[in-house]
């Protein structure tokens, strides 16, 4: 008898743990990944809007209105957007369903502070019930110099602060204006050039010779002599079942790693990657968190990396160069930047800075937090070395600024379907970096991305001072 | 001026299922020896929750915003389920005087957010969920008689099986579909037509034939007989597509048989069995499979298989833990919500707090359930006991599990709360027969105490 009582005894406890386990879980759903879950575009508790409830504001970082709420005659409430296609791709609209900060900060936005003495003022005083706004990190000064530089360019701009990872404008081009997108809806929504897709966070592209800084630090992490290998460059160099050209076939002559970078000098890094075999890149890629999911509060494609261990060799060179099948987000070009700029620590992008409460109190600030370190401070600091010298004496002369050093990357890379898309990845001052940026131009020429990269770094500088 | 009454009932609803559980510990703490409040009044708190819950409730359903009227047949209804669990708790203390209160508390507290529930979700289906509480409670009022006419019913052991492969062989040939599995069974003219799920029924038989089969001393013919006959049940209810009753199945067997065997080694053995098992059922049957992807990532597939999960998890998150407040949520943009997933749908508008609660309730049920296992002297009746309360524990995990997406979702009623004539008729039979198995031990154990008591005054009064 007494056995039979022992194990129920067990089996009560099994039973219960499973009990336990539920407990844990839903504590999990509800505490942890709840804006995650509730604020997928599928939710239909989306598109329910309480009429009563003037849904908060979104603010820049000085407070400039990017979206608000107007009451109507009618006694309904009307979503205005101040500075329409300025900021369209992160205020993102709130009619037709919801996206960009408009859905990511729903539940912020429609949540009334102190819920209770706000309904008991509406009813006494008729006072109007509003939800919390939501300060960004966005400026508009630069996010409007970063707008008026794309103008009718399909591309797209990120601008970051390196030590943090806060976004100080993002911008692409096709956008849309989010005061009519519901009249529109159907022309916006089957354009042929998606002019919905916020390119700065859902566009992936072959990141080109950007990608060149991976290698190298590649090189430098995989080869002991690196620093002494060099290359000799006749502008065309044969690989077992690939060709690499360089820009129009220019011999660069005999170049190192620092030379190379500098003319972006296509040959070396495909022999460089050679020489570090594809498993090894592959893991150097995996460093600088090219396949790390990260958090951001705008809907983000994360990158595909396609090289792993065994690839051909034309796979290989191909993506050492920045051309293979690899597509990488304006966004995360940023972040890879900033973690130049930042000793090798790469921070998580955000763009919510805080909550600004209907009486006028503000909630606690996001904490910066890192994604993963892509080096060390050492290598950082060469590679960074080797990125001023882009900029001082090599293919980014046009982001050069009077007075500042700037260090950077341009890029140009093959598009299948059409013209070369132009890059440029940087920061600046070199010394003590504030600004880091990544400039990509849809079927444009040859280096287009970096003048305009060196007008946003001085515009940013600007304004941050 | 409503939403503020509504948004004040939340907080209420919470603090009354808090004060529930709480009430409830106090029992179980006097009961164990501590003291922290009057037992007594503490069931008689939980019974006035319950009232208080209800009146809060329907007075929240029936008020119209907009007219400023209070809809009479809601509240008519609320009035008549009110009468309901009046009426209830007078008749369960007539005759089941001794039965675990706590017991009765807890089920009389499910039974009411099930009425609430499908009150606001479908006035219709809480009209006929009430009929279905009815006529459960009679069954379950009759239950005693029924065991005083035939006292040693654990003699038709052959009978309990043979009925229920009857009843299952009869769904795979007649069994019509609904909500994605075969296991159901309709009859009568097309204007009363009943339909019902035979798998409930046989539930109720399975506990009686293990029981009475592990009642002996369990030898190799014992644990091959009932373990082939009960693989034989599992595969009938997978091949209906019923893979959560299979998979209560299969536990309550393993359970019994641990529990009569004390065999760790056979428990271990068993479970790698029940997990190739379900590895061949995965590797089968693509039903199996659909569910097992939707359960990996429902994310990848919204639109179709994963739709009823995500729908669930929108619900669960979206209004955070206090929920939206009655009324307020979307809880019928919810596949099945008025039986399957209605804890979705409750954690919606009582919020996860309330339904965290309603999770607590069901480990008091489990708890006191086991208790009445452990004190029973007998040994059918205590393995009787501890069969149904894995039975009502393990599907109550298996669906909360599903619906939060801890487990694959496999369609399976949550007892006493989820819409199903069957399922609260048979939950019901189930907590009847726990609390005859209390009543009557309490008896025996007192009839077998007297003389002792009588042994230890005499003692007493000689030392003095």
Redesign the interface.
């Known amino acids: 008898m007494s056995n039979l009582k022992r194990s129920m005894r067990r089996i009560f406890w099994l039973l219960a743990l499973c009990f336990f386990l539920l407990l844990g879980y839903l504590g999990k759903l509800a505490l942890v990944e709840r804006q995650e879950i509730s604020g997928n575009a599928y939710n239909p508790r989306l598109r329910y809007a309480d009429e009563t409830i003037r849904r908060g504001d979104v603010l820049d970082k000085d407070g400039e209105v990017l979206a608000t709420s107007a009451l109507q005659n009618d006694g309904t409430y009307k979503r205005e957007y101040p500075r329409a296609r300025m900021a369209a791709h992160i205020t993102g609209y709130s009619s037709v369903g919801k996206t960009g900060v408009e859905a990511a900060e729903n539940f912020q936005l429609m949540t009334l502070h102190h819920e209770f003495l706000q309904r008991l003022s509406g009813i006494l005083r008729k006072t109007e019930l509003k939800g919390n706004s939501i300060s960004l990190t966005v400026d508009m000064d630069i996010q409007s110099v970063a707008g008026n530089l794309l103008g009718s360019k399909k591309g797209a701009i990120v601008v970051m602060e390196p030590s943090t990872g806060r976004i100080l404008a993002l911008q692409a081009y096709p956008d849309f204006d989010p005061n009519t997108v519901e009249t529109h809806w159907e022309r916006l929504r089957d354009h042929e050039d998606s002019p919905l897709v916020n390119r700065g966070t859902q566009g992936l592209y072959p990141p080109g010779s950007t990608f060149k800084t991976i290698t190298a630090l590649a090189g430098m992490e995989h080869l002991a002599d690196w620093e002494s290998f060099t290359f000799d460059c006749t502008g065309e160099t044969s690989f077992q079942d690939k060709v690499i050209h360089c820009y129009h076939n220019k011999a660069h002559g005999t170049v190192d790693i620092k030379g190379a970078l500098a003319a972006s000098c296509n040959c070396y890094f495909a022999a460089l990657a050679e020489k570090i075999g594809a498993e090894k890149l592959a893991k150097t890629m995996e460093q600088a968190g090219m396949n790390m999911p990260y958090h951001f509060e705008l809907a983000y494609s994360p990158n595909t990396i396609k090289l792993q261990k065994g690839a051909t060799e034309s796979e290989l060179v191909e993506t050492a160069i920045g051309q293979g099948r690899t597509g990488v987000t304006p966004l995360y070009m940023a972040m890879l930047a900033s973690a130049i700029a930042n000793e090798g620590l790469m921070m998580q992008p955000y763009i919510v800075d805080h909550i600004v409460y209907a009486n006028g109190e503000t909630g606690k600030n996001t904490v910066p937090q890192k994604v993963t370190e892509i080096c060390t401070p050492k290598e950082a600091e060469i590679l960074k070395e080797m990125m001023t010298e882009v900029v001082t004496g090599g293919t980014g002369g046009a982001a050069a600024l009077g007075g500042v050093t700037v260090a950077g990357k341009t890029g140009t890379a093959e598009n299948a379907t059409g013209n070369d898309h132009s890059w440029f990845i940087g920061f600046a001052p070199a010394e003590n970096p504030k600004v880091a940026v990544a400039v990509v131009i849809e079927d444009a020429n040859y280096g287009s991305a970096t003048p305009i990269a060196g007008k946003i770094l001085r515009a940013a500088l600007d304004a941050l001072e | 001026?409503f939403?503020?009454i509504i948004?004040?009932s939340r907080y209420v609803f919470v603090l009354y299922i808090i004060l529930f559980l709480w009430q409830g510990i106090v029992y179980i703490a006097y009961e164990q020896g501590g003291f922290l409040g009057n037992p007594y009044s503490a069931v008689s708190m939980q019974r006035r929750i319950v009232v208080l819950m209800h009146i809060t409730a329907f007075l929240v359903l029936s008020y119209n915003p907009e007219t400023h009227l209070f809809d009479w047949k809601t509240l008519g209804f609320g009035a008549v389920s009110f009468g309901f669990l009046l009426m209830s708790v007078r008749l369960l203390d007539r005759y089941y005087y001794e039965g675990c209160p706590l017991i009765w508390t807890g089920m009389l507290f499910l039974m009411d957010v099930s009425l609430i529930m499908l009150q606001r979700l479908s006035p219709a289906l809480a009209y006929r969920q009430l009929v279905w509480m009815c006529i459960g409670l009679a069954g379950m009022l009759f239950l005693p008689f029924f065991f005083r006419l035939i006292p040693r019913f654990e003699i038709f052991e052959w009978a309990y099986i043979i009925v229920c492969y009857g009843l299952l062989l009869c769904t795979n040939f007649f069994g019509v579909e609904k909500g994605g599995s075969t296991n159901w069974l309709s009859f009568g003219p097309e204007a009363f037509r009943i339909t019902f799920q035979p798998s409930e029924i046989v539930k109720f038989l399975f506990v009686f034939y293990l029981a009475s089969v592990f009642r002996k001393r369990v030898e190799w013919k014992e644990f091959l007989t009932t373990g082939f006959l009960s693989a034989g049940l599992v595969l009938l209810l997978v091949m209906q597509k019923d893979l959560g009753s299979a998979l209560i199945f299969v536990m309550t067997y393993m359970?019994l048989l641990?529990?009569?065997?004390?065999n760790e080694f056979l428990f271990l053995l068993g479970m790698g069995g029940a997990s190739i098992a379900a590895m061949g059922a995965y590797k089968l049957f693509s039903h199996v499979r659909v569910r097992v992807a939707a359960w990996q990532n429902p994310?990848a597939d919204?639109d179709t298989g994963g739709y009823q999960i995500?729908?669930a998890?929108?619900?669960?998150?979206?209004w955070?833990?206090l929920g939206s407040g009655l009324t307020k949520?979307?809880p019928k943009?919810i596949p099945v919500v008025e039986s399957d997933m209605i804890f979705a749908a409750i954690?919606e508008e009582f919020g996860?707090i309330f339904?965290?609660g309603l999770?607590g309730i069901?480990?008091m049920l489990?708890?006191r359930g086991?208790r009445i296992?452990?004190d029973c002297k007998r040994?059918y009746y205590?393995?009787l006991a501890?069969g149904v309360t894995?039975m009502i524990?393990?599907q109550a995990?298996v669906i909360?599990?599903g619906v939060?997406?801890?487990i694959p979702l496999t369609g399976v009623t949550l007892p006493f709360v989820s819409y199903g004539g069957s399922s609260v008729l048979v939950s019901l039979m189930m907590i009847g027969l726990l609390q005859w198995v209390c009543v009557y031990c309490e008896q025996h154990y007192r009839e077998e105490q007297l003389p002792s008591e009588q042994l230890g005054m005499e003692r007493s009064g000689a030392d003095e």
Not at chain 2, 258 to 262: D, R
Not at chain 2, 313 to 318: E, G, P, V, W, Y
């Open positions: 001026m939403d503020l948004m004040l359970v641990y529990i009569a065997t004390a994310w919204i995500v729908s998890l929108f619900a669960i998150t979206t955070g833990l949520g979307m943009s954690c996860v339904g965290a999770i069901f480990i489990l708890y086991v296992a452990l040994r205590s393995i501890a894995t524990s393990f995990f909360l599990g939060i997406k801890l």
